[in-house]
Every structure is written in structure tokens, then in C-alpha cells.
T-cell receptor, first 114, second 115 residues
Framework: DTGVSQDPRHKITKRGQNVTFRCDPISEHNRLYWYRQTLGQGPEFLTYFQNEAQLEKSRLLSDRFSAERPKGSFSTLEIQRTEQGDSAMYLC????????????FGPGTRLLVL | AQSVTQLDSQVPVFEEAPVELRCNYSSSVSVYLFWYVQYPNQGLQLLLKYLSGSTLVKGINGFEAEFNKSQTSFHLRKPSVHISDTAEYFCAVSEWGGGSYIPTFGRGTSLIVHP
């Protein structure tokens, strides 16, 4: 257990529905990252936050994806109008603000879109 | 733009044998390099990282990696593997972007240790 938690661990939804995932980072970590991991691939960077500021979001997969970190603590990733291609593991990681510091990953949320 | 190539998708090896998992990267700027391990049904865990300094980096569980700038490689090695090393191993490179180092991961190498 790295101290990063994600909820839910599993989510099954029907195509067209909206889903929201939550990530709780290690409390003293001010950077938070979201990744997507599909079968047989490594994690793919989506976006990240420094405290409550979203500093990089150009790699979010489409405008159906959005993320927030309103108070600089937990974060949510929302996917609107889900598609079958969104089925994947969604990972969250946190780290301190120091360059090169270790990222600590959560267990992930596995999404299945039917 | 940075990219990471893990040359082997699967590496089978017998217990107590040595192993090398290969990783090559491409980047136009200075980078940080990482190896992560993912055990079945668990999150990614950092094995080791290269930021600067000595090119030979030692990590947890007896793993080490060597940064070779001229060959743009960061291969992971262990002199004697154990059954419990069976897992997925990911090489990652971080390049500066958006005020932070944005990581790019390789596709992963599945290490399968046989008794």
C-alpha cells in the first residue's frame, strides 16, 4: 500500500453514461498525476496538478475527459458519454513538488464500458 | 518528443539465473529515467531511478540499471532472480514539459521466472 487510494476499484457502465473516479494522494504531496493503462501497454500520461492548478491537460484523450482538484487534495477524473474504447485501467499517482522525486501510484480504477 | 522502447515483451528465465531487461529511449533534451515494477493486481512501484551522477543505479530487491548516454539505453539487470520477481516491468523517461517532468512509459516487459 503506497498511501494513494482510488475509488472505485472497478466500474462497469453502459456506453453513453458518465463516470467519475476519485484519487486521494499522499497528504503532503502537492503533485497529482492521472494515467490510462490499456491491456499490454504502459501507463499513458493524461494530466497533472500542482496543488489545485492543472498545469498540463493537452494530453487528455478528448474533450469528454476532464479532471479537477478543487482544494489541492483529492482529485476527480470524469469521462462523459463513455465509449467502449474508454475501457481501461485509470491510474493516479502523487509526488512531492521536488524535481525527480518518486511518483507513488494508486491501485487504479478498472473501467469496463459495455 | 520522447519515446521509450522495451525490446522484449516477455522474458522467461529460470530461478537463480541472471536477467537483463532492455530499454532504449529517445529524447532531445536531458531526461530522468525510471524502472517500475507491477506485480499482479497491484499498483506500480518504483524499482530505481537515474537523475544524474553515477551511471550505475542500484534499486530495491537486488535490481540495478546502467545509464548509457551514447547508446540511449537504461537496461535493468539482476544477477539472480527469484520466483517472486515474476511481474511486469516498465521503463519510463521523463522530459521537461508544462513546468514538470512528464513521464513516458514503455509497453512493459513481462518477466516470468520458472522454478
Amino acid at each position: 500500500d503506497t498511501g494513494v487510494s482510488q475509488d472505485p476499484r472497478h466500474k462497469i457502465t453502459k456506453r453513453g453514461q458518465n463516470v467519475t473516479f476519485r484519487c486521494d494522494p499522499i497528504s503532503e504531496h502537492n503533485r497529482l498525476y492521472w494515467y490510462r493503462q490499456t491491456l499490454g501497454q504502459g501507463p499513458e500520461f493524461l494530466t497533472y496538478f500542482q496543488n489545485e492548478a492543472q498545469l498540463e491537460k493537452s494530453r487528455l484523450l478528448s474533450d469528454r475527459f476532464s479532471a479537477e482538484r478543487p482544494k489541492g487534495s483529492f482529485s476527480t477524473l470524469e469521462i462523459q458519454r463513455t465509449e467502449q474504447g474508454d475501457s481501461a485501467m485509470y491510474l493516479c499517482a502523487s509526488q512531492t513538488g521536488l524535481v525527480g522525486e518518486t511518483q507513488y501510484f494508486g491501485p487504479g480504477t478498472r473501467l469496463l464500458v459495455l | 518528443a520522447q519515446s521509450v522502447t522495451q525490446l522484449d515483451s516477455q522474458v522467461p528465465v529460470f530461478e537463480e539465473a541472471p536477467v537483463e531487461l532492455r530499454c532504449n529511449y529517445s529524447s532531445s533534451v536531458s531526461v530522468y529515467l525510471f524502472w517500475y515494477v507491477q506485480y499482479p493486481n497491484q499498483g506500480l512501484q518504483l524499482l530505481l531511478k537515474y537523475l544524474s551522477g553515477s551511471t550505475l543505479v542500484k534499486g530495491i530487491n537486488g535490481f540495478e540499471a546502467e545509464f548509457n548516454k551514447s547508446q540511449t539505453s537504461f537496461h535493468l539487470r539482476k544477477p539472480s532472480v527469484h520466483i517472486s520477481d515474476t511481474a511486469e516491468y516498465f521503463c519510463a523517461v521523463s522530459e521537461w514539459g508544462g513546468g514538470s517532468y512528464i513521464p513516458t512509459f514503455g509497453r512493459g516487459t513481462s518477466l516470468i521466472v520458472h522454478p
